[in-house]
């Protein structure tokens, strides 16, 4: 009983931090926001030691938070982004707790209808809102782009993603069409922002619903074509394609293809990864800390940024062991999910397959381009994400069967 109440808690926590998120950018509400997450942190290790727990899990709960403190200790002057040094740990905890209770996190959800219901809705509401509020904009790269009340492109595209797949499951849920409305300000959302790499993530995640719900492979094939050249058509009128063809302009006349393509990651991605090579074993290992690439990218002449690569962000802050706990937790959580929600009559089908092909995507393109760990509610988004890629039917069954 005590389980299940503390599940309805962390899964209400999951369910409205994107209203929370948005809000970020006035300063009562960010409180609000850092409040939150730390609630979900607490309820989440406690849900850990409520069972017995594993003792790998254990192990990797342990590593990640002394991995956590030693690249705090190890970080020389003030910190360029503070929040870095919690984004790995709550990686690992999140994903520990959500392998162990994925399945009961999906069945409270079920059971609560009305709190998913009421989180999507009040979410479109503010952001429809703010549509209409000067301060919800930003001029920058050549344009003018939407970031509501959050005070950041990036971090408004991850709520419109999580946003996006909750109003999924909850018309799923509701199977009224009425409620594919409510994906519509999120989807508007990835075009207005300007954030490039969730033009990609949200295609990918659209043509992984279409072959889920378009049985006939040709119908798929030809809904998936017409899709992909709709995209094409539209998507340079919109600002984010805007920026995309803003930033290739102003960057085709003095970089090669790909650093104009990538707009210069691949430049910097070279120099972090060269920094990296020339680490000592330790701190290859262990990461040279939460400030190290925030430097190398500055003094190399690429801006005080960040990796804007999960993997090579790692290696630099946290080293060998920081990645391997990432990619860990990540594979043993697809792994558990898999495995307890799949028929074993279904075991080899293709189709399964294909669609974890699907959630690997949009999970691969936005970690390697964007980054996904460093923002809360992209990292939020991966088992709804994977719940509405793999649920199933009233009778048990998977809704991807073998098409016809």
């Known amino acids: 009983m005590l389980k299940l109440s503390l599940n309805k808690v962390v899964l209400a926590c999951m369910l409205f931090f994107p209203i929370t998120t948005i809000l970020q950018g006035m300063p009562i509400f960010n409180l609000i926001n850092k409040t939150v ?18 003792v790998v899990d254990l192990g990797l709960v342990i590593l990640a938070l002394g991995l956590s403190i030693y690249t705090f200790v190890i970080s020389q002057g003030d910190f360029y982004n503070p929040n870095m040094v919690i984004y790995l740990g709550f990686w690992v905890i999140f994903f520990v707790y959500i392998k162990n209770q994925y399945a009961s996190i999906m069945d409270v959800l079920e059971k609560n209808i009305f709190l998913l219901e009421a989180a999507v809705v009040v979410w479109n509401i503010l952001v429809f809102i703010s549509f209409f509020v000067e301060s919800s904009y930003v001029s920058t790269w050549g344009g003018r782009y939407f970031q509501s009340f959050s005070n950041g492109e990036h971090r408004f595209a991850s709520t419109c993603l999580l946003a996006f797949c909750l109003g999924w499951i909850l018309y799923k849920k509701r199977n009224r ?17 300007g954030a490039r790499t969730y033009i990609g993530v949200i295609i990918i995640y659209i043509l992984a619903l279409c072959f889920i719900e378009l049985r006939n492979k040709k119908v798929f094939l030809f809904a998936g074509a017409f899709l992909l050249a709709l995209a094409g058509w539209l998507i340079p009128l919109t600002p984010t394609g805007s920026k ?36 000592g074993s330790i701190d290859k290992f262990l990461g040279k800390g939460i400030n190290y690439v925030y430097e190398i990218n500055y003094y190399s002449g690429h801006g005080l940024i960040w990796a804007h690569n999960d993997f090579i962000n790692l290696l630099l802050t946290s080293g060998l062991a920081g990645l391997f706990l990432y990619l860990y937790v990540f594979y043993l959580f697809i792994k558990v999910g898999v495995e307890k929600e799949r028929d074993k009559a279904e075991k080899g089908s293709s189709a399964i397959k294909l669609t974890l092909f699907f959630f690997l995507a949009i999970w691969g393109i936005n970690a390697m381009f964007n980054m996904v760990y460093t923002y809360t509610c992209s990292v939020l988004a991966v088992p709804f994400i994977f719940y509405t890629l793999t649920r199933k039917d009233k009778d048990g069954h998977y809704e991807i069967r073998e098409n016809d």
């Open 37 to 54: 997450i730390f609630l979900m942190v607490l309820l989440i290790l406690i849900g850990c030691f409520i069972d017995k727990i594993e």
């Open 177 to 193: 069409r009425r409620y594919l409305l409510l994906l519509v300000i999120p989807f508007i959302g990835f075009f207005i922002c």
């Open 244 to 279: 995309f063809l803003y930033t290739y302009s102003q960057a085709v006349e003095s970089l090669d293809f790909w650093a104009a393509i990538t707009n210069g990651r691949n430049l910097f991605w070279a120099v972090d990864l060269d920094a990296y090579s020339k680490l």
